[in-house]
Nanobody, 111 residues
Framework: QVHLVESGGGLVQPGGSLRLSCAASGTSFSGRTVAWYRQAPGKQREWVASIGSGGTINYTDSVKGRFTISRDNAKNTVYLQMNSLKPEDTAVYFC?????WGQGTQVTVSS
């Protein structure tokens, strides 16, 4: 059975940084696309970033230059480094590898 487990969320002040991790069990991230999504209160879940099997990386416009997605195939883990965080980044962040979702980790950006 495939499980994705996110960690690394928390409360941070505007301008701060967090690094989210997504660890997989029962599957391998190697050779497959993995993505991060987020869902803010009262809003639809939105795509944030993805990393393809060949290393192709894409970001939604609102996080370009601030967020970095990366993968460590040896650890079967994907990361999302988030810098220069803004209050509008507040959301539950989910890891996704088709067709499985993680349970999410809360990120709150507030002073």
């Amino acid at each position: 059975q495939v499980h994705l487990v996110e960690s690394g969320g928390g409360l941070v002040q505007p301008g701060g940084s967090l690094r989210l991790s997504c660890a997989a069990s029962g599957t391998s991230f190697s050779g497959r696309t993995v993505a991060w999504y987020r869902q803010a209160p009262g809003k639809q879940r939105e795509w944030v970033a993805s990393i393809g099997s060949g290393g192709t990386i894409n970001y939604t416009d609102s996080v370009k230059g601030r967020f970095t997605i990366s993968r460590d195939n040896a650890k079967n883990t994907v990361y999302l480094q988030m810098n220069s965080l803004k209050p509008e980044d507040t959301a539950v962040y989910f890891c996704w590898q088709w067709p499985v979702w993680g349970q999410g980790t809360q990120v709150t950006v507030s002073s």
